[in-house]
């Protein structure tokens, strides 16, 4: 690695911490970031002749708070000093900040960062797209280029959500017990769309999307190296390395998508899954589950089945049945329908989504589901118009090229399911 | 004389690699690997998945299961086990009998192993 990258490399990992603190100090976003701009400009400076800090983020806090004190006296916002010996000399300051920083202290600041973006007044993209440029330092044109939109669409967006949080008053006290719980469980529930945000992307966006995926594990990683013993956290982290494992697999070469039982199992990432084992193992050994960890179980039973024909569908069942108890949904109970059709049979998961239609009357996959269930008792008119009320809802291309395939095959009464 | 050489960075600075920059470390180590390993010298290669899927136990309190990575910097790593477990609680179970037997202080870090190369030594 040249030395540029391995820069910009510690750059990037230092980013949440150092803006997190610099944010706690200001009390204003826009002056963290540009102390943080500052910062990073003087290390690219002076680290190449210097050679790298021995606390990377620790550095960028001092030489970003010094940076923003005098911007913002510049401006004549403020008279406050700060006290010498944070100014004076950076060497002897660095190695007590370092210690501060060490303990509980920034877990705060990071956990603060991410969670002022999950302002409840916003709308859940911008959440996501000031999360992306505030706390990862994608650039606009990265956001922009991952949400599908042009630059100056998403530069207004980002302002605005800006211009909404600066409005709102951050909470800067250092939060209890109960508080930072629900901290967590809202930046929790902003990780998750993102990662979604890339994980629904199909044919050509693919690619460019699953960015968003890998974003998304990158700070969930984040929250549970701060957070070690949150088995939702864990949870979360292992559902979401669970889902990306299959992603070589989910769309064959012509950007169609392939449904879980259909994927060559070969194609998923097998250190993600290891890892999204692992971390789920240790998240029910707490016996506290969570709506996260039961979603990771049943992506770890899918991961565990060498063919499709070994999925322990029973245990499926049972685990959708105990998210429909914690968090009941329709959207649930759909996919807990597609677990009783391998159990019980094609009759009995017609009857369960019956109900259903009423709510998901405009969710395409309702009617793929039901459509696939009539077509395995063999009443090939119905099935034709559940699929075709399918491909009228589709939201992408992809989505209705993958129902047309039913339709074509429904003359050859073949499989279906709902899981990708 | 056998060597083991064990790897130590910052995870969280790893973690922010680019793929490109990623695929171009792990080609380059696999040259070496190749060629360490036609000349019969090569043990086993394993890479360990990130801390935060860690649990410790200390030695001497053997039923207590810590969530995270071994944080002690005044003891050091002396040897390590790679065992096949079904789940993290056959792992646990596993540990706490080599704990058991070991008798002494100290902790095992359990980690899963992502990737193994036998490597043929």
Known sequence: ?420 | MLYAILCYDSEEAVASWSKDQHAGVMTRLGAVQEKLSAQGRLGPVARLVPTTAAVTIRKSQEALVLDGPFAETKEQLLGFFIVECASLDEAIETAQELARANGAGGSYELRPVSVLQSGGL
Not at chain 1, 287 to 294: E, F, N
């Open chain 1, 1 to 420: 690695m040249n030395e540029i990258a391995w820069i910009d490399t510690a750059l990037a990992a230092a980013r949440p911490q150092a803006i997190g603190a610099l944010l706690r100090y200001f009390r204003n976003l826009d002056t963290a970031e540009e102390a943080f701009q500052e910062a990073c400009l003087r290390a690219l400076r002076t680290w190449p002749r210097n050679g790298p800090p021995r606390d990377a983020a620790a550095w960028l806090i001092m030489v970003g708070r010094n940076a923003g004190i005098d911007d913002v006296r510049r401006r004549g916002r403020t008279q406050a000093l700060p006290p010498d010996d944070v100014i004076s000399d950076l060497d002897d300051a660095e190695a007590g900040l370092a210690e501060r920083l060490d303990g509980a202290n920034y877990r705060d600041d990071i956990l603060r960062l991410l969670f002022v973006c999950c302002h409840p007044d916003l709308p859940a993209t911008q959440q996501i797209a000031l999360a992306l440029r505030i706390v990862s330092g994608l650039s606009v044109k990265e956001i922009a280029r991952a949400f599908l939109v042009g630059e100056s669409a998403m530069e207004q967006r980002i302002t605005r959500a800006k211009a909404r949080v600066a409005g709102a008053g951050v909470p800067f006290e250092t939060p209890g017990a109960v508080e930072r719980a629900e901290r967590l469980g809202v930046v929790a529930a902003m990780l998750y769309l993102l990662f979604n945000e890339g994980y629904s992307a199909s044919g050509g966006e693919a690619h460019v999307r699953s960015a968003l995926c890998d974003e998304a594990i990158r700070l969930v990683r984040l929250l549970l190296r701060l957070f070690p013993s949150e088995p939702e956290i864990m949870g979360l982290a292992a559902l979401l390395l669970l889902q990306h494992a299959r992603t070589g697999a989910r769309v064959d070469p012509d950007g169609c998508i392939v449904l879980l039982e259909d994927q060559d199992r070969h194609l998923w990432n097998g250190e993600m899954i290891t890892e999204g084992l692992g971390l789920i193992d240790k998240a029910m050994r707490h016996r506290k589950p969570g709506p996260y960890q039961v979603q990771a179980a049943i992506a770890a039973l899918h991961a565990r089945a060498a063919r499709p024909e070994d999925t322990d569908w029973r245990q499926i069942e049972r685990l959708y049945a105990t998210l429909e108890r914690m968090q009941p949904s329709p959207v649930v109970t759909l996919n807990r329908a597609v677990a009783i059709a391998k159990v019980q049979g094609p009759e009995a998961a017609l009857a369960l989504i019956e109900p259903l239609a009423d709510p998901l009357a405009g969710y395409f996959l309702f009617f793929g589901v039901r459509g696939a269930l009539l077509q395995q008792l063999g009443r090939t008119d119905e099935a034709r118009g559940a699929f075709n009320r399918a491909i009228a809802l589709a939201n992408t291309p992809a989505e209705a090229a993958h129902i047309r395939l039913h339709i074509d095959r429904l003359a050859m009464n073949s499989r279906s399911g709902v899981d990708s």
